[in-house]
């Protein structure tokens, strides 16, 4: 396309981006418009992509980071012939595919799940990570961004590790329009400033007017011509460019054009222009198996031995099994034991450095090209990562994470370390698995079963050594529990897991003794939750005692609980948990002032079987 051509295609974009929030009494036209020079340069020339082929080895990847501009994404999509015009006119409505931001679950052209602002490029790094260092296919990661989600620090866990790669493969389309949802960025229309940051991580720069269709044009050829680098173009923008009444101009973010018809008008009217978007090269991506039998390690009954230390031999020994696993950490992998898989499999693992929400959107990025992602750092600090796992189930992505030091029986070094609202966080996510498992074996059961999963997959693991008590030939599925003690003559029944069950198990034999028989449950499954085995223990022994080193809120006896949520008669149910803050003290020290120890859980045992007997 030539230049007017080129301009003609933009004031398409910007008038179906109009007519689509016009026609769903919402949405954002006013930020589409003023990226929309941007994208008709891109799709015309630049992008190479077989709309036919979303999974087309070869082509480029495009990520909307601020994904409010959905009309103008949708608008190309028509401009392509992706979708129609009677589709784009369903815009935000109950069924369509075209939702306010836009998702893969709904759209096989969409990468990944925006609309939290400040996600699009690390995500993105994450892509054109696994295009340099695993795909190797030649394709570039094209990711538009907002001036306002700059202000957030993901934007900048991102830079830096882009630049610290030196992603040649990955540009990121500033659009700089000057104005947030109520008044002004930070900095306006300073491009030097944002610039300078960019620079500051090793990233390439150029600045023009993004309105200027042949500066966009030469600024994408010099992105593409610039090795060694990632490359961010600034482009000076207008917000609702093209219809005086809204352009450049305060509160008029996240609604549609007070006269759309008179605004159409303005712009040039309705186009059905289409654009012949450049495929992609002949590629092939040599993708590793994604299925093999892993030798997994094997422990001896009896033996101690940290899940930690099971977690990331079991990931070593799966990573030899399949080429499809990679391996992520965020710069303690001494501490998770993912070292193991570094030092077997490095072309496969990859240091995120301490930086949460990077690890996770890195993760993201490589489960969109068909990558089986393992990403670990301690419990407590995935925390700081929660919105971009939030996020990454809206999107459906499938990624395993690990959170090791769980619970206060890490010891000495206090509460900043201690994971103790993880199973919580993570049972909230959409179609999330929650796993957490007592000992070496069945440790390395459940990393093996994580890869076959879908969703959000996370696994709890342990700082100390706690005693091998299954057998390497026990299996363990998803959704499972085990019954370690039962009899006839049981009272009352111990719901626990990992660290703490193993206590349980030392209150069980100390009530066994005094003629107290107890039944004792491994619940390691906490979502999906074994609901017949707890429903049948619950009619058998009439009261349940859970004992979790976690929070009392949303962990194991919150997930007991659920198991009769649906109506079935609801047994009493007794809660151990940790409720207060903890200090510095030894494991053993800990597990007792939180009230969760073998001896804590014996007393709450007898004043339970006494209630009842009283009774």
């Known amino acids: 396309m030539n230049t007017r051509q080129l301009s003609e295609l933009a004031q398409q974009l910007r008038v179906d981006s109009v007519r689509a929030a016009a026609a769903a009494g ?54 392509a012939g992706a979708i129609n015009d009677t589709e784009l006119l369903t815009f935000r409505r109950l069924g369509s595919r075209l939702e306010g931001h836009p998702t893969p679950r709904r759209l096989p052209w969409v990468e990944t799940a925006t609309g939290s602002l400040g996600q ?124 005086a009444s809204v352009q450049d101009r305060e509160g008029l973010h996240g609604k549609p054009l007070p006269d759309p018809e008179e605004a159409i008008a303005e712009l040039g009217g309705v186009r059905h222009l289409r654009v012949e978007v450049p495929h992609p090269a002949a590629a092939r991506m040599l993708h590793p198996a994604g299925s093999g039998h892993a030798e997994l390690p094997r422990y001896r009954t009896g033996d101690e031995v940290a899940t930690r230390d099971a977690y990331g031999k079991a990931l070593a ?3 030899t099994a399949r080429g499809d696993v990679v391996a992520l950490d965020g710069e303690v992998s001494d501490s998770t034991r993912s070292e193991f898989f570094a030092k077997e499999h490095p072309d496969r693992f990859f240091e995120c450095y301490i930086a949460e929400q990077q690890l996770v959107a890195t993760s993201v990025g490589m489960a969109t090209r068909g990558w089986v992602p393992y990403a670990s750092t301690f419990a407590a600090f995935l925390t700081r990562a929660y919105d971009f796992v939030r996020m990454a189930s809206i999107g459906g992505a499938g990624i395993n994470l690990v959170g090791s030091h769980a619970g206060v029986a890490i010891g000495q070094d206090g509460p900043s370390q201690m994971g103790l609202e993880d199973l919580a966080m993570f049972r909230t996510v959409y179609g999330s698995t929650v796993l957490y498992p007592c000992d070496a074996n069945q440790t390395a059961k459940l990393v093996a079963e994580m890869a076959g999963l879908d969703g959000i997959r996370y696994l709890r693991t342990s700082r100390g050594a706690t005693p091998v008590i299954y057998s390497a030939t026990e299996e363990f599925p998803i959704g499972g529990s085990k019954v370690l003690r039962a009899s006839g003559e049981d009272r009352l029944t111990v719901v626990a897991a990992g660290v703490t069950l193993h206590e349980a198990l030392a209150a069980a034999d100390a009530l066994d003794r005094e003629g107290i028989r107890v039944r004792v449950i491994d619940l390691y499954s906490v979502k999906p939750v074994d609901r017949r085995t707890l429903r049948e223990a619950a009619e058998t022994t009439g009261c349940l005692l859970t004992v979790e080193d976690h929070r009392e809120e949303g962990g194991i006896g919150d997930a007991v609980l659920d198991a009769f949520a649906d109506g079935h008669p609801v047994p009493r149910v007794v809660r151990l948990a940790v409720r207060t803050m903890p200090g510095s003290a030894t494991p053993a020290e800990q597990l007792h002032a939180a009230g969760i120890d073998a001896g804590s859980i014996a007393a709450a045992a007898r004043a339970l079987v006494e209630t009842v007997v009283v009774r």
């Open 26 to 79: 919402s949405g954002h036209p006013t930020s589409s418009m003023s990226a929309a020079d941007l994208m008709a340069v891109l799709l015309a020339h630049h992008m190479r992509y077989d709309f036919d082929r979303p999974a087309h080895p070869g082509n480029d990847r495009f990520v909307l980071s601020k994904g409010h501009a959905s009309p103008l994404l949708y608008a190309a999509y028509k401009a």
């Open 120 to 243: 699009g490029l690390p995500v993105g790094v994450g892509i054109a990570l696994a295009g340099k260092r695993l795909d190797r296919t030649g394709y570039r990661v094209w990711v538009l961004c907002g001036d306002s989600e700059l202000a957030e620090g993901s934007i900048w866990e991102a830079a830096e590790h882009a630049g610290y790669e030196h992603l040649d493969n990955l540009i990121a389309i500033v659009d700089v329009n000057r104005l947030g949802q109520r008044g002004p960025t930070r900095h306006g229309h300073d491009l030097r400033a944002y610039a300078r940051r960019f620079q500051a991580f090793g990233w390439h720069t150029v600045e023009i007017d993004g309105h200027d269709v042949d500066a966009v044009d030469h600024a994408y050829d010099e992105a593409l011509s610039t090795a060694g680098q990632p490359t961010a173009i600034l482009a000076r923008t207008l917000k609702g460019k093209g219809v």
């Open 317 to 319: 020994a799966l990573g």
